[in-house]
Antibody, heavy 123, light 111 residues
């Protein structure tokens, strides 16, 4: 069974740091792009970052560039999100998701998703 | 303000048909990028419903169907059931933003 399990969410003060982890199982982790997507309280879904199979390419949404960094450890089937200089508007449930595509030129979709981990930024 | 525009809510009676629209622009849907749809039951993670505009993953009932034309896409649900009550999100890729984009979500109420 394909499974993604996030961890690391916590209450953190503004300006603080946090590292999220996602443990993948049930599929060949090294064959897939991976992503983080977040959802603020009562709000919609927002893509945060994506990383290529071998980690050689990384993309981040503008609002987190310079503050967040996506990374992966293929030997441990794990995905990470290092979050620095956290702000109140970073408060959200953070989902880890596998990216899939049939024609890379037409874009990718997220499947499956983990259960999410809650990050709360507040003093 | 989401890059893709969806109606905030739709509703229908059991057994009826509803559609949810997703409107983009020339830098995403109109540029030829595929549209994908997700169902999210409150308190749970999103689940893939439609990928590549029209394709259903195994296990998704054929009551759910997708279509795409120009700068828009639609999700249709026929034979509404109470368990279809959820939030629905469309997603595509935006070339000007160099990343994935979502619609704001549509809450489906089964009356």
């Amino acid at each position: 069974e394909v499974q993604l399990v996030e961890s690391g969410g916590a209450l953190v003060q503004p300006g603080g740091s946090l590292r999220l982890s996602c443990a993948a199982s049930g599929f060949s982790f090294t064959d897939h792009w991976m992503s983080w997507v977040r959802q603020g309280p009562g709000k919609g879904l927002n893509w945060v970052a994506s990383i290529k199979e071998d980690g050689s390419e990384k993309f981040h949404v503008d609002s987190v560039k310079g503050r967040f960094t996506i990374s992966r450890d293929n030997a441990k089937n794990s995905l990470f999100l290092q979050m620095n200089s956290l702000r109140a508007d970073d408060t959200a449930v953070y989902y880890c998701a596998r990216l899939r595509y049939s024609d890379w030129k037409k874009g990718k979709w997220f499947d499956p998703w983990g259960q999410g981990t809650l990050v709360t930024v507040s003093s | 303000q989401s890059v893709l525009t969806q109606p905030p809510s739709v509703s229908g009676a059991p057994g009826q048909r509803v559609t949810i629209s997703c409107t983009g622009s020339s830098s995403n849907i109109g540029a030829g990028y595929d549209v994908h749809w997700y169902q999210q039951i409150p308190g749970t993670a999103p689940k893939l419903l439609i990928y590549g505009n029209i394709n259903r993953p195994s296990g998704v009932p054929d009551r759910f169907s997708g279509s795409k034309s120009g700068t828009s896409a639609s999700l249709a649900i026929t034979g509404l059931q109470t368990e279809d009550e959820a939030d629905y999100y469309c997603q595509s890729y935006d070339a000007s933003l160099s990343g994935s984009v979502f619609g704001g979500g549509t809450k489906l109420t089964v009356l």
